[in-house]
């Protein structure tokens, strides 16, 4: 048991899934390499089982996107979360204060003071939010803040079977996510809400669509939908 439990501790560190250095005033984005999502739902799955996510609602979610018309088709795997951004717009319609952003960039409900009224969730142009029935509350992804608290990244970053999640300080130049940000072309989802997404996607065009193209989207939100 004695070897089981040394091992149980040492697995993250093997796998690089602590967050190894940081600066004093941390900064904490995700980057997602599309090139490299298999679709394999390992994060979606690790993100319910860490946080208790009820059965029907996601703090993450993976949606299949096929482009184009057989025998011409590409298929390409989105992750969506809520993009922590730098100007969240749920943050100023909140009639309580109960969402907010943190000086490290993470935004956050205190769970105490939200009243349920759902303006958050309305406002988010990602659709990252969603009301949690049983606690009566708003609810989304928090980065695992439980997990950044003991050195540790989110559980869907340390269970991508694929590498394509990085974590990390955008305030430390040698953090991942800096080097995937200097060395890599990024982009965000709808930079057109201003809201400024610290979530950054490589590879974002295999996702976005051609206008006129025939578009099939196969997500556990909302089902399989269709369009032109």
Not at 108 to 123: K, L, M
Not at 181 to 186: A, D, S
Request: proline fraction near 7%; glycine fraction near 8%.
């Amino acid at each position: 048991m004695s070897v089981y439990i040394e091992l149980r501790r040492q697995l993250p560190a093997i796998f690089g899934r602590v967050i190894d250095k940081k600066s004093e005033k941390p900064r904490w984005a995700m980057v997602i390499d599309l090139r490299k999502c298999i679709g394999c739902y390992a994060c979606q799955a690790s993100c319910k089982m860490e946080n208790g996510v009820p059965y029907e609602f996601f703090r993450t979610h993976v949606e299949q996107i096929e482009r184009g018309r057989y025998p011409n088709v590409r298929r390409a795997f989105l992750p969506v979360l809520c993009n922590h951004c730098e100007k969240p717009s749920c943050v100023p319609v909140c009639p309580v204060g109960a969402t907010y952003k943190r000086e490290d960039g993470i935004v956050v409900i205190d769970y105490d003071r939200c009243i349920g009224c759902g303006y958050c969730i309305q406002a988010c142009p990602y659709d990252a939010r969603y009301f949690n029935p049983y606690t009566r509350t708003a609810d989304k992804c928090d980065f695992c803040l439980h997990r950044i608290e003991q050195g540790l990244v989110p559980a869907c970053v340390a269970n991508c079977r694929a590498g394509a999640r990085i974590f990390g300080d955008l305030n430390h130049p040698d953090s991942p996510v800096s080097k995937a940000l200097k060395e890599e072309g990024v982009a965000v989802l709808k930079p057109e809400t201003g809201n400024e997404p610290h979530v950054f996607y490589i590879g974002l065009e295999q996702a976005i669509p051609l206008r006129g193209e025939r578009v099939t989207v196969v997500s556990p939100k909302i089902g399989v939908v269709t369009y032109e």
